[in-house]
């Protein structure tokens, strides 16, 4: 799985203060789409431990309310997207119960 | 750090020596300087040149403040800022910028004016951009024309020291004007 960008302490996708994690790959192709680009399984860069971290490492303020998915497609099959992310979810699941 | 901690010492130390000695209430303001920062930098720069790091803006940064085009998270400024409040005994305002979408996130704007009392800032402030359309009435940030209605008929307010300013390119110095060019969200960064 690519993604496009890590945003912290985002306001705009959701309540709070969040990490938003925008993925790449969707094949919708909506009409109106707000990330177009995106829509391309192989834009930005690879998911790789390095971004993982990058996620956790806002988690741990104590101000940020939890993680944010938006994409692309958090779920699309155009790459491996569904099984990064609910892997992902379930590390932040067991590591920070108390975020949503 | 230490040096800013130093500078704040030397003039809490000196305003309580003037108070002592002349009977009278000399306090530590920290003040907009609305005028002074750029007045006064056309003279540095006159006399020094243009020193990277302390005279390469249109400006002095006002204060204590964090560069307003650092780019940081707002909980990053306050824990800055937080640290030489306690030695204005006078007046300070510590402020982060956001944008319009904070109307739709009441749960943000609680849980950092929630930060900042935890970090004993005497004088909090948030800004946020208002622009209406003088004709439809859309508000929000608008980036050139309306998004509801197209007209280019819009009112932009900023808060840029400490009041609402019409339009801030002819309502200020030149100093000021270019500080809110340089100024940066500081809501979803790049992490």
């Not at chain 1, 995106?38 to 490492?57: E, L, S, V, Y």
């Not at chain 2, 704040?8 to 005028?35: H, M, Q, S, W």
């Not at chain 2, 800032?121 to 509801?148: H, L, T």
Request: proline content about 4%; glycine content about 6%.
């Amino acid at each position: 799985m690519n993604y496009a960008s890590i945003l912290k302490a985002d306001i705009a996708n959701g309540q709070g203060f969040r990490v938003s994690l925008f993925v790449s790959g969707c094949a919708r192709n909506c009409k109106g789409c707000f990330n177009k680009e995106a829509q391309d399984p192989a834009f930005g860069k690879p998911f790789d431990d390095k971004a993982k971290q990058k996620i956790f490492n806002e988690l741990e303020h104590d101000w940020c309310k939890g993680l944010s998915l938006l994409g692309g497609e958090p779920l699309s099959k155009l790459s491996d997207n569904r099984k990064v992310v609910i892997e992902l979810a379930k590390e932040i699941r067991e590591k920070f119960p108390e975020k949503d | 750090m230490q040096l800013a901690i130093e500078i704040e010492t030397l003039f809490k130390e000196k305003c309580a020596k003037f108070k002592k000695d002349n009977k009278l209430n000399f306090g530590v303001y920290y003040t907009p300087a609305e005028n002074l920062c750029y007045t006064a930098m056309k003279k540095f720069k006159a006399q020094y040149g243009e020193i990277k790091n302390v005279s390469d803006h249109e400006f002095f940064t006002n204060s204590m403040h964090v560069p307003v085009w650092k780019k940081m998270t707002p909980f990053e400024k306050i824990d800055i800022e937080a640290q030489l409040t306690p030695y204005s005994s006078a007046g300070c305002i510590t402020y982060v910028e956001l944008d319009a979408g904070t109307v739709n996130n009441i749960q943000a704007l609680e849980d950092l004016v929630n930060y900042a009392m935890d970090k004993d800032i005497p004088y909090f402030a948030i800004n946020v951009p208002s622009d209406s359309c003088n004709d439809c009435g859309y508000q929000g940030e608008i980036n050139g024309k309306c998004p509801k209605c197209g007209s280019e008929n819009i009112q932009r307010l900023r808060r840029v020291t400490g009041y609402l300013t019409g339009n801030y390119t002819t309502a200020f110095n030149l100093g000021k004007q270019a500080e809110v060019e340089n100024r940066v969200k500081h809501n979803g960064l790049e992490a």
